[in-house]
């Protein structure tokens, strides 16, 4: 296998100083994750120092170490790429990485659906020629760097996820990443506590457009309310080719029809005046959008729409963002909608639908378990109680809560739907384990920092779940 990086490679990247000779066939930042033969990043982080972490990288293979400075307890003869800075390192290595590339680049930003669009990239891209994407949600000021730094040269395609919770993180990562297609997969209140107003948000997303390549086009959602923004700061950054998606007509990719079942969703859909149809694992009008996306981008690329539309269907929806998990119970089973990995007014709402849309078996129940909603700013707690709306147009049974703002959405309700509410997810925990039965349809969401993966544990713990 080709080297990803050499020393003399990555010591010109970052203008450092290789103790040894080396080849490193990837990178790395966590010793627990580290390969044998990858390139380990001493980053210093929020009370940890990855130079702390260099001798346990070494004894398990790694081809070499980027520091800083030279750990006393990694041994004499252990190779190194000295740098000034390895944060900055990193970057370099990404800039690097970037500049060698000879594939078409993509770009994905925006409120919510990131990560499921990039997944859905990969697959599409894929059907196409060689495609890299970013590990996980790896989508922030080391993410994307450490993500870049390990794209291979002659892939054909590349899927980045870029995000941001402050401004100028956007037009910093994004001119790491120079995309060729710049694809804003949805504008919503998230982040709220930092930039005060949804135009703020939209504004900030759009220094996405600002990294574009000469030539490079943008990908905007039809149907928000912040499009007509987005089109005038792109156009701001020079952009010339701007594509939308979504159900709006004149769309230049729209959503035709739409037909659903428990776990998967069958497409029609127009595409640059092509007609496909699209078949993936997952359900929701949200999945909809992600995928109308996802061929846009293909066409934008000028690859094959139904070539992509045939590789996405085996596109199911990814653990916390979607994904069912089947819960053995006496009597029969009850099914989990796992979105507990982040959540935002928009995205509850779309979480919520999919549970509406849901059929409980006999004697069953729509259960939603919802967790805070964080980073809302001052209106946190309207914001919450304002779901109460669609916890009613979902048909939604009982509602379990937990956290300060979600009490808001719970005080809300009438009694009939109060399942019980708790300062934290383990508070409310055992309540939800107690409460399932079999036939019951149950929907965990909260942000990320809600810990609803908590809820998910125990009643997977209860029950072996798979």
Same mark, same amino acid.
């Given at each position: ?341 982040? /959540?935002? *007014? #928009? +995205?509850? @709402?779309? &979480?919520?639908?999919?549970?509406? !849309? $849901? ?5 069953? =129940? ?45 005080? /809300?309700? *009438? #009694? +009939?739907? @109060?399942? &019980?509410?708790?300062?934290?997810? !383990? $508070? ?5 384990? =107690? ?32």
């Amino acid at each position: 296998m080709n080297a990803l990086w050499t020393s003399q490679d990555a010591a010109a990247a970052t203008l450092g100083r290789a103790s040894h000779t080396f080849e490193a066939h990837g990178v790395s930042i966590d010793t627990r994750t580290l390969k044998p033969g990858e390139l380990f990043v001493a980053l210093k982080g929020d009370g940890r120092d990855g130079h702390d972490f260099v001798a346990a990288a070494i004894a398990r293979g790694a081809a070499a170490a980027m520091v800083s400075r030279l750990p006393s307890d990694a041994g004499q003869d252990a190779p190194f790429l000295l740098v000034a800075n390895t944060q900055r390192g990193l970057e370099d290595l990404g800039r690097a990485a970037r500049a060698r590339a000879v594939g078409r680049i993509v770009g994905v930003t925006g409120s919510a659906g990131k990560t499921t669009t990039k997944e859905m990239l990969r697959l599409a891209l894929g059907a196409l020629g060689s495609t890299y994407a970013s590990a996980s949600s790896y989508n922030n000021h080391w993410g994307v760097p450490l993500s870049l730094a390990q794209l291979p040269a002659a892939q054909a395609f590349g899927v980045f996820e870029i995000g941001m919770n402050h401004f100028g993180e956007v037009r910093t990562l994004a001119g790491f990443v120079r995309p060729d297609i710049a694809l804003v997969t949805t504008i919503a209140p998230a982040h709220l506590e930092y930039f005060g107003s949804i135009e703020a948000i939209a504004d900030a997303k759009s220094e996405i457009f600002e990294g574009l390549s000469p030539g490079g086009t943008a990908l905007l959602p039809a149907d928000n309310d912040c499009t007509a923004r987005l089109f005038e700061r792109a156009r701001q950054a020079g952009v010339n080719r701007i594509l939308t998606f979504g159900e709006t007509q004149g769309s230049d990719a729209r959503l035709i029809s739409r037909s659903e079942s428990a776990e998967s969703m069958r497409l029609e859909a127009e595409v640059l005046g092509r007609r496909c149809n699209v078949r993936i694992g997952a359900a929701g009008a949200h999945m909809a959008h992600n995928a109308l996306a996802t061929l846009l981008a293909v066409a934008a690329l000028e690859g094959d729409i139904v070539d992509a539309a045939a590789a996405l269907a085996s596109f199911a929806a990814l653990k916390g963002r979607g994904a069912r998990i089947a819960l053995p119970l006496p009597g029969g089973s009850a099914e989990i909608i796992d979105e507990s990995y982040n /959540a935002n *007014p #928009a +995205s509850m @709402r779309a &979480a919520l639908a999919l549970l509406g !849309s $849901a059929n409980p078996g006999v004697e069953g =129940r729509r259960i939603a378990v919802l967790g805070d909603m964080l980073e809302l700013g001052s209106e946190s707690s309207l914001l919450h109680a304002k779901l109460s709306g669609a916890v009613e147009e979902a048909g939604t049974d009982l509602v379990f809560a937990c956290g300060r703002d979600m009490r808001a959405l719970f005080d /809300a309700l *009438p #009694a +009939s739907r @109060r399942g &019980a509410w708790g300062e934290t997810s !383990s $508070a409310i925990a055992s309540q939800v384990v =107690r409460s399932s039965r079999a036939g019951d349809v149950i929907l965990i969401k909260g942000s990320l920092g809600s810990r609803m993966a908590v809820i998910l544990d125990a009643l997977k713990t209860r029950e072996g779940a798979r």
